[in-house]
């Protein structure tokens, strides 16, 4: 994972909630409740949206090279068998 993503993840997370407290404290007028509801729930909607963004990019290609590494090995491994029985096979 890049060091800049994962410090811009951990300062961003905290300073989402702090400005959102900054928000709710500095108004002089009463809010209603839905709007509070609102306020609320969308920044936690938006992160959940971008930790499933990130983690199926992420995790897509990862899956996809260990497919890659799994056959290289398999047919790897054919190979030693393939040269140990015409090894067994010369030593008969």
Not at 15 to 34: C, I, M, P, R
Request: glycine residues 4%.
């Amino acid at each position: 994972m890049n060091i800049k993503r994962l410090s811009i993840l951990t300062l961003g997370i905290p300073l989402s909630t702090l400005s959102a407290y900054a928000q709710a404290t500095g108004s002089a007028k009463e809010d209603s409740t839905l709007a509070g509801l609102f306020w609320t729930f969308v920044p936690i909607l938006v992160l959940a949206a971008a930790a499933f963004w990130y983690l199926r990019r992420v995790q897509g290609p990862k899956e996809k090279r260990t497919e890659q590494h799994m056959e290289r090995v398999e047919q790897s491994l054919e190979r030693i068998a393939r040269a140990l029985e015409r090894k067994d096979k010369d030593d008969a």
